[in-house]
């Protein structure tokens, strides 16, 4: 079994910075992907940013030179350095990873979420 903790979340004024954390602990063989995802009230959980095992990353449009993931594969973390926050950036955050467990079967874990408000 994996599990996701999150922290990192909060209030933060328009154009501030926030840095959301996710550690991945468990029957962990490999990760192949870990991302984080939101959703705003009324609206439908949408992918944010995804990392790859070769580093490879990817964004949404809209956090596009804002938003920058990284990944310490050693500590089976993944980071989300929010940058230039937006009212519209308001949303649960939650973090996805992607693997194989110890007893080589495939996983698809969510966190808990983390909420990030941006307001004034």
């Known amino acids: 079994q994996v599990q996701l903790v999150e922290s990192g979340g909060g209030l933060v004024q328009p154009g501030g910075s926030l840095r959301l954390s996710c550690a991945a602990s468990?029957?962990?063989?490999?990760?192949?992907?870990m991302g984080w995802y939101r959703q705003a009230p009324g609206k439908e959980r949408e992918l944010v940013a995804v990392?790859?095992?070769?580093?490879?990353?990817n964004y949404v449009d809209s956090v596009k030179g804002r938003f920058t993931i990284s990944r310490d594969s050693a500590k089976n973390t993944v980071y989300l350095q929010m940058n230039s926050l937006k009212p519209e950036d308001t949303a649960v955050y939650y973090c996805?990873?992607?693997?194989?467990?110890?007893?080589?079967?495939?996983?698809?874990?969510w966190g808990q979420g983390t909420q990030v408000t941006v307001s004034s």
């Open positions: 996805n990873a992607q693997g194989v467990t110890l007893t080589r079967a495939t996983f698809s874990t």
């Open positions: 990392i790859t095992s070769g580093r490879y990353a």
């Open positions: 468990g029957s962990i063989f490999s990760i192949n992907a």
